[in-house]
């Protein structure tokens, strides 16, 4: 690494584009954004971003927000409030907040941007990374932004390559031999195929590096023309495709894995079947995402609580644990748990089962309840005897049952089936 491209991650600020309901998650997202909703037993889905950027040496961060932000906003200031300004060091939270006229909230995630330039100004900074706030993966952006700044690029674009028929739900790029986009399509009907291998694809991953005087003077630009979506992907990559250089960052360069051989990792749980899969996952023997990894490790907001305890040593009342990860504060009383992922605070009662079951924070599973195939919300009460997973009919008639067959089960559904509501 030449001087002149050292230490770049010190000269760069990370600019979180966390706003985003994610529909498609359903009830989980009726209280909260997507990037806040829970994953991996005590994290939360942008910790992952938020994570990168600092084990990459970013000090400088920002996270715009919009869709019922509170529980987002209170992670971050809970979880992420060592930044010391004094060190050149922060952490801003920029909720959507009609900066511009009363009547404007953000319009697209370039708008986010554009809203808060004279905050981005106040960094001092010469690059910029744009993050999406709702993905699972390890990356280190310092290879990209010195893969930037080596190729004199307007803008650099992390791509993951997925087969050629999956791409349509991305953002796919046309590249030559030289990483240079030549095209960008949002999700298009027919995507173009790579140049060594038309059988994959290069989607976007919603990672753009720009230097932030380009960018700002782009973003002006784009707030200027009516006709504009105010999107990164829909408005701004396209005219820097056009008119400028953009490049292609692939993300297997600067993927970081627990082993040489591991795959380069990246999930968007951005349904209930692709939560409660990534979820379960973890349980593994030798799971795909390293949440052990002391090297780049994954912080968040840890709570103070006690240790998992197990309890009871009876036939058919024994609690137990089998290829399950169980978070602290949790107490299995006499429940057999396989499979699951149970987060902060679970409790489960004496003669229970949970079988591939994702268990979010603070949730009680009372005696006699079998659970197979579930995803429970954040402080749901599970009834005396209610069984799950077994009979996708009758669970239909109460609860969101996924085309896989997971089930999702929220306070509201149970009140709903318990005639409360």
Not at 316 to 329: I, Q
Not at 330 to 339: A, D, L, M, P
Not at 357 to 372: C, E, G
Request: glycine share 6%; hydrophobic share 40%.
């Amino acid at each position: 690494m030449t001087p002149s491209t050292s230490r770049l991650s010190s000269r760069t600020m990370a600019f979180i584009l966390a706003g985003g309901r994610g529909s498609r998650l359903k009830e989980l997202t009726d209280n909260r954004a997507k990037p806040a909703v829970y994953f991996g037993g005590k994290t939360r889905i942008i910790d992952f971003a938020l994570s990168n950027a600092l084990n990459s040496g970013i000090r400088k961060m920002a996270v715009a927000t919009q869709y019922k932000a509170h529980s987002l906003i209170r992670h971050c200031q809970r979880g992420w409030n060592f930044f010391r300004a004094e060190r050149n060091e922060y952490l801003d939270i920029l909720p959507a907040s009609q900066r511009v006229d009363e009547n404007h909230w953000y319009m697209g995630t370039a708008d986010a941007v554009y809203q808060n330039i004279d905050i981005v100004d106040s960094y001092d900074i010469d690059y910029v990374v744009i993050l999406a706030g709702d993905h699972i993966y390890k990356m280190d952006y310092e290879v990209m932004i010195r893969e930037h700044v080596e190729n004199a690029a307007d803008v650099t674009v992390g791509c993951l390559t997925v087969p050629r028929a999956d791409a349509h739900a991305f953002g796919v790029m046309t590249v030559d031999h030289s990483g240079r986009i030549t095209d960008f399509v949002e999700k298009p009907r027919n995507p173009p195929g790579l140049p060594e291998d038309p059988t994959h694809s290069l989607a976007s991953m919603g990672i753009y590096v720009f230097r932030w005087k380009f960018l700002r003077q782009l973003l002006m630009d784009d707030a200027h023309d009516k006709a504009s979506s105010h999107d990164f992907g829909g408005d701004i990559i396209p005219t820097v495709v056009k008119n400028g250089k953009a490049m292609a960052h692939r993300f297997e360069e600067s993927c970081v894995r627990h082993r040489p051989d591991a795959v380069a990792y990246w999930r968007d749980v951005g349904t209930v079947d692709a939560f409660w899969k990534a979820n379960i996952d973890l349980t593994d023997f030798d799971p795909e995402l390293d949440l052990w990894d002391r090297n780049w490790p994954i912080w968040t907001y840890s709570e103070s609580v006690p240790p998992a305890k197990f309890i009871h040593n009876e036939e058919s009342r024994r609690g137990t644990a089998l290829s399950s990860l169980v978070s602290g504060g949790c107490i299995i009383s006499g429940t057999e748990v396989r499979n699951s992922l149970l987060f902060t605070g679970v409790h489960s009662n004496s003669w229970s089962s949970l079988d591939q079951a994702v268990v979010l924070p603070y949730a009680t599973i009372q005696r006699h309840a079998r659970l197979t195939r579930v995803v429970i919300d954040r402080g749901v009460e599970i009834p005396e005897g209610l069984v799950v997973g077994e009979d996708p009919d009758e669970d239909r008639k109460w609860f969101r049952v996924t085309e896989n067959g997971v089930t999702l089960i929220t306070q509201s559904m149970l009140d709903r089936r318990e005639g409360r509501t």
